[in-house]
């Protein structure tokens, strides 16, 4: 089957030579993405946006037609003009909000979402989308209860306090998430990563422990998995495609405090298509991945087209930077789809 080029709606590309190395796997699948601000340091001026963005286009490989959409990382301190200025003149697409101390490289993050209530109401009079990695950070609350008890304690309220503010809830991981968003508002929207929807937490320790699988929000239970297999598969327009594909080196994965990150640009699209076959639902799988995001977003979908078909392939198990490997996930994997660009 062919369908319109996908859209990427929650993608780390990293920079230098990570950057270079791992571009081109997103861009031979998908038109675009959103590129997300987590850098060293992070992207919280337009300067910054747009030199990042240059860097970006500067790694692409020749002839390659890819549109990378930046986000700006919210920090406390962070300036409402500057950012309705930087959505206004295309520096970026959106903003993210990385609780503080919430994932890798969020230690610049919101401490608190009140002390950024002047942003998001800037943010909800200019239309801008609101992207929130969705855990509180309170160590008195279990791992796998942290997303749930976001929606209840910060996003439920933050809400109310904006009333037309859009938000994103990224890498949506639990039943609570995908309900809070398929029974709620229209300005709610997720995305869901291709390894949240392939894996359980069980993921974690199949026969040992397996530091590959580690991502935040972490994989949860197989009922979770199901809800978002259901929310991606529904054809729903608020659901869609956000990899989340974070690449770490392996060696910094494979110790003993290992980053948390999934790099899945090579697999995900073909991943998502062969779960879509597997649940009878081919016919949704453009919406989810290729229209969808764009149509949150404003931006038209991709006019070229992406082939994908029922031929089983083993992915790579890893690829290289300058840096060092960096595994793929599902890589030595058999997947039953591949992608014929
Ligand atoms: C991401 C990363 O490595 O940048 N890691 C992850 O596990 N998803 C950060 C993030 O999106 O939380
Ligand atoms: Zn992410």
């Known amino acids: 089957m062919r369908i319109r080029r996908p859209f990427d709606a ?11 190395a791992v571009l081109p796997s997103t861009a031979s699948h998908c038109a675009g993405a959103l590129v997300m601000p987590n850098l060293v340091p992070p ?17 692409l490989p020749p002839g390659a037609s890819f549109e990378p959409q930046l986000t700006a990382y919210l920090t406390d301190g962070i300036d409402p003009d500057e950012v309705v200025a930087g959505f206004e003149a295309g520096d970026w ?22 002390r950024i ?21 309170r160590p008195d609350v279990d791992i796998f209860d942290r997303e749930a008890a976001f929606l209840d304690e910060i996003l439920a309220p933050m809400l109310q306090r ?24 229209e300005r ?29 929000p972490v994989l949860k239970r197989e009922r979770d998995r199901e809800a978002l297999v259901a929310a991606a598969t529904s054809g ?25 990150g999934v790099f899945s640009a090579p697999t995900a699209v073909p991943a998502v298509a062969a779960l879509f076959a597997a649940h009878g639902a081919l016919d949704r799988l453009e919406g989810f991945l290729s229209l969808h995001g764009p149509a949150w977003y404003g931006l038209a979908p991709s006019d070229e087209t992406l082939g994908l078909d029922a031929v089983p392939w083993s992915p790579d198990v890893q ?17 039953a789809w591949r992608a014929a660009p």
């Open 117 to 137: 209530d002047p942003v998001l109401a800037a943010m909800a009079e200019a239309g801008m989308t609101l992207c929130v990695h969705g855990e509180v950070t």
């Open 319 to 335: 690829i290289d930077t300058v840096e060092g490997p960096v595994r793929i996930f599902l890589g030595g994997d058999e997947l």
């Open 43 to 59: 992207v919280t001026t337009r300067a910054s946006a747009q030199a990042y963005r240059a860097r970006i286009l500067e790694a």
């Open 93 to 114: 697409l959106a903003a993210k909000l990385y609780p503080a101390h919430a994932t890798t490289n969020s230690a610049h993050g919101v401490t608190d979402v009140r």
């Open 188 to 216: 709610v929207a997720m995305s869901i990563t291709a390894h949240h929807l392939w894996w359980n937490r069980n993921a974690l320790f199949q026969g040992g422990l397996r530091p590959h699988a580690y991502c935040l």
């Open 10 to 20: 929650h993608l780390h590309l990293r920079d230098g030579g990570m950057l270079r």
């Open 236 to 260: 729903h327009p608020r659901v869609f495609f956000g990899s989340d594909s974070a690449p770490h080196l392996v060696h910094r994965k494979e110790t003993d405090c290992g980053c948390a």
């Open 162 to 185: 904006h009333p037309t503010l859009r938000v994103v809830v990224e890498h949506a991981t639990t039943k609570a998430a995908a309900d809070f968003v398929l029974q709620g508002e």
